[in-house]
């Protein structure tokens, strides 16, 4: 069956929503797992509840498992929009590299104003978080806004 340029488009487009929805509820749940879970057996930190530590493990698995099907679904249609010269021109065009390299730049903003914030609730004491809690939600952060960025200027560009 051919597919059209705006089959393809839509197609993207509705993989991309759950996608983005099943990244943000992972990464949110793999964070708060990092940040209820202490990382050291040294550490004097408050043993989180069955119920709270069963909550997030359902919301990182269930996550994933999301996730990671809207990810072969989307490779599984770039395959086939690549394989196709006049759909993959269609699908690259520059107001797509646009709407991308303004993602992107929301990202890399978010990331920076992230790694600010905890510096600074760091050095006034405020709050002492692990590394890998910090960088586990630097990540989830950053991959997120891009994310939701990309769909946000991909139908405001569109329209």
Known sequence: MELTASEAEDR???????????????????????????????????????????????????????????????????????????????????????????AMSVGFWAVVAAAGLYILVESRGLMSVSGVTLAVATIWIGCTLVLGAFLVFDRDEAA
């Open 12 to 102: 993207m487009r509705r993989i991309l929503i759950v996608y983005t929805a099943s990244f943000f509820v992972w990464g949110g749940a793999l964070t708060a797992f990092f940040a209820i879970t202490p990382m050291s057996p040294e550490l004097e930190a408050p043993q989180p509840s069955r119920l709270a530590m069963g909550a997030v493990l359902a919301l990182l698995i269930g996550g994933w498992l999301v996730w990671t099907v809207q990810l072969v679904r989307y490779l599984a249609l770039s395959m086939r929009i690549n394989r196709d010269p006049t759909l993959k021109a269609a699908l690259n065009d520059e107001r797509r590299k646009q709407v991308t390299g303004r």
